[in-house]
Nanobody, 125 residues
Framework: QVQLVESGGGSVSPGGSLRLSCVAS??????IGWFRQAPGKEREGVAA????????SYGDSVKGRFTISQDNAKNTVYLQVNSLKPDDTAMYYC????????????????????WGQGTQVTVSA
């Protein structure tokens, strides 16, 4: 089982930035991604990467504003969220796939099997 712990959420004004962190108990041969869900809305894939090669994938709504990255020494995946909009308000969850050997972790090509508790991002004036 994979344990995932998120942090870094908060309340910011439109145009602000945050850096979310996801610390994983295991960090090999899995896709790691960020998903978000706001009340009354569907879960949305935000960003994902394969730590083995650093290849990333982004949801259309966040391209150019959000960046996913990794720190292998810390088994940590980050999500830098910039130019935040009120529509970005959601609970952000880190998720991991089942064990496998991947070439890429394109959103929609894999299914999360393990989830963190989430970290809240609120964007309002």
């Amino acid at each position: 089982q994979v344990q995932l712990v998120e942090s870094g959420g908060g309340s910011v004004s439109p145009g602000g930035s945050l850096r979310l962190s996801c610390v994983a108990s295991t960090y090999t041969n899995r896709c790691i991604g960020w998903f978000r869900q706001a009340p009354g809305k569907e879960r949305e894939g935000v960003a994902a990467l394969y730590p083995g090669n650093g290849i990333t994938s982004y949801g259309d709504s966040v391209k150019g504003r959000f960046t996913i990255s990794q720190d292998n020494a810390k088994n940590t995946v980050y999500l830098q969220v910039n130019s935040l909009k009120p529509d970005d308000t959601a609970m952000y969850y880190c998720a991991a796939s089942r064990f496998g050997r991947w070439s890429a972790c394109t959103l929609g090509s894999w299914s999360p099997a393990y989830w963190g508790q989430g970290t809240q991002v609120t964007v309002s004036a």
